[in-house]
């Protein structure tokens, strides 16, 4: 009996699986995951499962007795090879066939990868998956010095990390300063500090050329100079994983195109995740989204779709960087806005950065501020005077009425 197939067994897929019992229904959901986790959490894996500060089990989607009490068939260590859209089949590495109904591609995305001198190094990590963080934890266990390639926001939890285990840590960025692509000079410069606080070294303006040793990472080469370490760790971005879309002849632009609905250019097909490049109607244009909400809330919108709904999608995207004692909550995207009201100190720890573009608030960036973080999710696309927001006196909740 044909059902439900869902390829990938990430946050979208553990959400849509439960989703699809939620919504009443009641045939075969088949979840196939080329890992050997049941479907789990990525955002901690560079935070509290690398500090040692929580086990396996507290970031699994669901208990993995959730899917055998639900009646849904895990595949853990198997990988789709392929998919056959005029029989409805997908087929194992190990050729084996498989009959779907629907069929929801939730294949998320992987580490864009260094190809440069040396980069086949044992000792040389990318940050992904629960066996990347615990060949990472390993290596760690006898390293004194961490080499830490790409200043984004993996790169810095890393560093964080690294640096209250003790060890002395170096981060390398090819932009002029960290978290160029994704924030504002005045965010970066806060968090520059912070880590040149702790101890941590950060190279902005660096490139790395290669990597020394014999068989294990020794050292890291910028041009002429090199870094001692013991351990490196790449964090330079990621890339969707569209290949099994692509070779189903699915639409593919920078991730797997789907409409509002997350149907693909295949009725019978859906896409949910890091994977997709989807339409937001509150943002007026396309993108490609690394989140945890917009992976939960497209699994959600595709089930609903798969069992003849007509769901759509659209979100106010949020993200959230933990580091040292620090919680960075975002919401939206600074780059959309032309104005930046402070509210606070940016010399402290405790602090809001709303960003607003025709006097309307397009985003904000919250430093251990949960109240302006949860508020602009509501306030997100309305005028508000800008005075009101720089006052850290004035009550925000009142703007809500």
């Known amino acids: 009996m044909s059902g ?3 390829v990938g067994a990430g946050q979208a897929a553990g959400q849509a699986a439960a989703s699809l019992r939620q919504e009443g229904f009641e045939g075969p959901v088949t979840i196939f995951g080329e890992e050997a986790q049941a479907p789990y959490q990525r955002p901690p894996l560079s935070k509290a499962y690398l500090a040692g500060e929580v086990g396996i089990e507290r970031v699994l989607v669901r208990p993995e007795k959730f899917y055998a009490d639900k009646s849904i068939d895990l595949h853990t260590g198997t990988r789709i090879d392929s998919i056959d859209r005029s029989s409805k089949t997908v087929t194992t590495v190990n050729s084996e066939v498989f009959q779907y109904e629907k069929l929801l591609l939730a294949t998320g995305s992987r580490p864009r990868l260094l190809n440069i001198e ?9 940050l992904r998956t629960i066996d990347d963080v615990d060949s990472i934890k390993a290596s760690m266990e006898t390293a004194k010095q961490v080499c830490i390639v790409g200043g984004g926001y993996i790169g810095l939890e890393v560093a964080a990390v690294a640096n209250k285990l003790g060890l002395q840590v170096t ?6 300063r960290i978290l160029q692509r994704v924030t504002t000079p005045e965010m970066s410069d806060f968090y520059h500090k912070l880590h040149s606080s702790k101890g941590v070294e950060i190279r902005t303006d660096t490139m790395v050329s290669g990597f020394e040793g014999d068989t294990v990472v020794k050292a890291v080469k910028c041009g002429a100079e090199t870094i001692p370490a013991d351990v490196v760790i790449v964090g330079i971005g990621i890339l969707p994983n569209v290949e099994l879309a692509e070779a189903a002849d699915l639409d593919c632009d920078n991730g797997i195109m789907v409409d509002e609905c997350c149907r693909t250019s295949d009725e019978h097909i859906f896409a949910a995740g890091d994977c997709t490049n989807h339409p937001n109607p509150i943002l007026s244009r396309r993108l490609r989204l690394e989140s945890v909400p917009n992976a939960m809330e497209q699994a959600r919108v595709a089930c609903s779709n798969m069992l003849g709904g007509n769901k759509t999608y659209a979100a106010i995207p949020w993200f959230w960087s933990d580091q040292y004692d620090l919680k960075l909550q975002m919401v939206g995207f600074s780059s959309d806005g032309d104005n930046a009201i402070v509210r606070g100190d940016l010399q402290t720890t405790e602090f809001a950065v709303f960003y607003m573009r025709e006097g309307k608030v397009v985003a904000v960036d919250a430093v251990n501020s949960p109240r302006e973080f949860m508020v602009c999710k509501q306030l997100y696309g309305k005028q508000v005077n800008p005075k009101d927001l720089a006052n850290p006196e004035f009550e ?6």
């Open 118 to 126: 040396g980069s086949q190094l044992s000792g040389i990590h990318y």
């Open 4 to 6: 439900i197939i869902i």
């Open 396 to 401: 925000l909740k009142s703007l809500l009425n």
């Open 171 to 176: 981060v390398l960025e090819m932009e002029e």
